[in-house]
């Protein structure tokens, strides 16, 4: 008697259990030829996000993997406005948003490899005062 109620309760408790059915996310790849693809993602431009500085008659812009020269147009100079507005002194950098041209054709005055040319600015946006490590010399 005591075997057959295990057995039943072993049974029970198998047959009890829920069947999880795992369901797979297949997420498609937007290609380079897709219909699906939006007018910006076609556009030649690439967002870039990163520490921006205008110092000098040069700008650099520092993403979290690469460092780019920046050619002066029309378009730094507004970015260089707006950013402005968040800089304590001038050689601060603010962090930016922009979408942009990128290249690596030679230019006399840009010595960066990679350079890009501003289209679109995004944002604009303050520094953020723990990453802001710079050391002053002199008083």
């Not at 498609?28 to 910006?40: M, Q, V, Y």
């Not at 993602?41 to 000098?56: E, P």
């Not at 600015?121 to 520094?127: A, E, G, M, Q, T």
């Given at each position: 008697m005591k075997k057959l109620v295990t057995l039943l309760f072993?049974?029970?408790v198998i047959?009890?259990?829920?069947?999880?059915a795992k369901t797979e996310k297949t997420e498609e790849l937007i290609g380079a030829d897709s219909p699906e693809k939006t007018a910006k993602q076609s556009d030649g431009l690439t967002l870039l996000k990163g520490d921006f500085v205008y110092?000098?008659?040069a700008a650099v812009l520092q993403t979290h993997a690469d460092i780019y020269g920046v050619f002066v147009t029309d378009k730094m100079h507004e970015l260089n406005k707006q950013a402005e507005v968040y800089k304590k002194v001038p050689t601060d950098m603010v962090q930016v948003e922009i979408r942009g041209k990128i290249t690596d054709?030679?230019?006399e005055?840009?010595?960066?490899?990679q350079k890009v040319e501003i289209i679109e600015i995004l944002k604009v946006s303050?520094?953020?005062?723990?990453?802001?490590d710079v050391v002053k010399l002199g008083s």
């Amino acid at each position: 008697m005591k075997k057959l109620v295990t057995l039943l309760f072993c049974l029970t408790v198998i047959v009890s259990c829920k069947k999880e059915a795992k369901t797979e996310k297949t997420e498609e790849l937007i290609g380079a030829d897709s219909p699906e693809k939006t007018a910006k993602q076609s556009d030649g431009l690439t967002l870039l996000k990163g520490d921006f500085v205008y110092f000098d008659g040069a700008a650099v812009l520092q993403t979290h993997a690469d460092i780019y020269g920046v050619f002066v147009t029309d378009k730094m100079h507004e970015l260089n406005k707006q950013a402005e507005v968040y800089k304590k002194v001038p050689t601060d950098m603010v962090q930016v948003e922009i979408r942009g041209k990128i290249t690596d054709k030679k230019d006399e005055q840009i010595l960066w490899e990679q350079k890009v040319e501003i289209i679109e600015i995004l944002k604009v946006s303050p520094p953020k005062d723990e990453e802001n490590d710079v050391v002053k010399l002199g008083s």
